[in-house]
């Protein structure tokens, strides 16, 4: 079992900054990739970006050279996701995701909020 939650949502004007953490505990070990996903009100969710145990990173189109994914360690203690030149279309609850060999795990979520 692997237990995510995530922290550093909030309120922001638009061309600010925050930084989203996610904190896995449990069989963390197993983990072999977290993603960032986000949702909007009425729409999917959709993938934001992921990182694998060997560091490398994947972005939508729609965040890429304003988000960056991170990982402190490759224990997978804490995922931040850090989101420079924030728009009002980025506006959603973000959540983040572990793959495992045998299957995901979601946290909670966090809201953030861009106002324009």
């Known amino acids: 079992q692997v237990q995510l939650v995530e922290s550093g949502g909030g309120l922001v004007q638009a061309g600010g900054s925050l930084s989203l953490s996610c904190a896995a505990s449990g069989s963390s070990s197993s983990i072999d990739a977290i993603s960032w996903y986000r949702q909007a009100p009425g729409k999917q969710r959709e993938l934001v970006a992921t990182i694998t145990k060997g560091g490398s990173t994947n972005y939508a189109v729609s965040v890429k050279g304003r988000f960056t994914i991170s990982s402190d360690d490759n224990a997978w203690n804490t995922v931040y996701l850090q989101m420079n030149s924030l728009k009002p279309e980025d506006t959603a609850v973000y959540y983040c995701?572990?793959?495992?060999?045998?299957?995901?795990?979601w946290g909670q979520g966090t809201q953030v909020t861009v106002s324009s």
């Open positions: 995701k572990a793959i495992t060999r045998w299957r995901a795990y």
